[in-house]
């Protein structure tokens, strides 16, 4: 199984994974988040994204105030920087946007550690499916986004899923 906890896989992945391993190391993006447990999550690690698709880096704080000072003072001189509190789940989360080269990069915290995130947790049941289903399926997702359908509910619908994609894709049971 890939250790998503690491991106060096990304070294050994398809072209866009590669040139995301290069932005994310050269510009020492998760090493200046060290301290917030980040994990980069969504479509890239796992090779459903397109053409939009963005890096998704999840963080884990435990001091909002210091979490939102930090994201500014690291990032506030990139290109279309923005960032904002909203509540996901009940859940207090800071978001902040930029770019840099041609990714568009979203930092997302919450006072969860990261691997309880679902976020993360998506990404690895997906991971799994992906395995499970093969290439056609795979690339049957890739066509869904492209249409416009977000993973999460791109996946249900293949799926069969009823209800809330979001919650349904953490109760699938990947052994059947």
């Not at 890096?55 to 435990?62: A, E, G, Q, T």
């Not at 105030?65 to 996901?88: G, M, V």
């Amino acid at each position: 199984m890939t250790d998503f906890n690491n991106i060096e896989y990304l070294k050994n992945g398809n072209k866009r994974q590669i040139h995301a391993f290069e932005v994310l190391t050269q510009n020492k993006i998760l090493l200046n988040l060290s301290e917030f447990e980040p994990i980069l999550v969504g479509t890239i690690p796992i090779n459903i994204d397109i053409e939009n698709s963005d890096l998704d880096i999840i963080c884990y704080w435990k001091d909002k105030t210091n979490f939102i000072e930090k994201l500014k003072a690291i990032f506030e001189n990139q290109s279309d920087f923005r960032i904002r509190e909203t509540l996901i789940e009940n859940e207090e989360t800071i978001v902040a946007n930029f770019k840099i080269d041609d990714f568009e990069i979203e930092v997302f915290g919450q006072n969860i550690p990261t691997r309880n995130q679902n976020g993360y947790k998506h990404m690895i049941i997906e991971h799994q499916i992906l395995k499970i289903k093969g290439e056609n399926f795979r690339l049957e997702i890739i066509k869904l986004k492209q249409k416009g359908y977000k993973t999460e509910p791109a996946f249900a619908f293949l799926l069969g899923l009823k209800g809330n994609p979001y919650v349904e894709l953490l109760n699938y049971d990947c052994s059947i």
